[in-house]
């Protein structure tokens, strides 16, 4: 059984509120009961907390954790990620967002839902150009060929409408 939240916040000389904001945080972990290992906290806040900001009560002195490496942050306590670590997570979010956006500005990316419209665009297009052509060339066909034209026209359009079946059929995967 540990201190209560108000008495480890008299003992590391903060208010009880700042103790219930690192716990939110996760730079304290309290014990199952909801107190707090004095010991165990005051290592984690240490361990876990940046520089302590003019005005605060929060002592300047730096207390090494025995089970903790020469690393600070590095090891991860019980119950969640140390507050440096989100940090660093944040970081990288940071600048993946920004690359992202670079590369929007200089145009090297492509809105998703317009890409696949121009593509549909471009696909329909081109359907039509294959459902035109036979009334096109038929009738040409058939005059060097000598055979009768609407026959021609019949044998081409239902080749060209089985093609066609044959490649919607395929579904390209967009990712």
Same mark, same amino acid.
């Given at each position: 059984?540990?201190?209560?939240?108000?008495?480890?916040?008299?003992h590391r000389?903060?208010?009880?509120?700042?103790v219930?904001?690192?716990i939110?945080a996760?730079?304290?972990?309290?014990?199952?009961?909801?107190? &707090?290992?004095?010991? %165990?906290?005051d290592? +984690?806040?240490?361990?876990? @907390?940046? !520089?302590?900001?003019v005005?605060?009560?929060t002592?300047?002195?730096k207390v090494?954790?025995?089970?903790?490496p020469?690393?600070?942050?590095?090891?991860?306590?019980p119950?969640?990620?140390?507050?440096?670590?989100?940090?660093t997570?944040?970081?990288v979010?940071?600048?993946q967002?920004?690359k &992202?956006?670079?590369? %929007?500005?200089?145009? +090297?990316?492509?809105?998703? @839902?317009? !890409?696949?419209?121009?593509?549909?665009?471009?696909?329909?297009?081109e359907?039509?150009?294959?459902?035109?052509?036979?009334?096109?060339?038929s009738?040409?066909?058939?005059?060097?060929l000598?055979?009768?034209a609407?026959?021609?026209?019949?044998?081409?359009?239902?080749a060209?409408?089985?093609?066609?079946?044959?490649?919607g059929?395929?579904?390209?995967?967009?990712?």
């Amino acid at each position: 059984m540990g201190l209560s939240i108000r008495a480890y916040a008299r003992h590391r000389g903060v208010t009880d509120t700042a103790v219930h904001k690192a716990i939110r945080a996760g730079r304290i972990t309290p014990e199952p009961d909801g107190t &707090v290992d004095a010991e %165990r906290a005051d290592r +984690e806040w240490t361990r876990n @907390s940046g !520089a302590p900001k003019v005005g605060t009560r929060t002592p300047a002195i730096k207390v090494p954790a025995p089970d903790t490496p020469s690393e600070p942050g590095s090891v991860v306590p019980p119950g969640g990620t140390s507050l440096l670590q989100a940090r660093t997570v944040n970081e990288v979010v940071k600048a993946q967002t920004n690359k &992202v956006r670079l590369a %929007r500005l200089k145009g +090297e990316l492509v809105d998703r @839902s317009q !890409a696949i419209a121009h593509v549909f665009k471009l696909a329909r297009s081109e359907r039509d150009a294959w459902l035109n052509w036979p009334a096109r060339i038929s009738a040409q066909m058939a005059a060097r060929l000598a055979v009768d034209a609407h026959a021609m026209h019949v044998a081409l359009e239902a080749a060209v409408r089985e093609h066609l079946q044959e490649l919607g059929d395929m579904r390209p995967r967009v990712d």
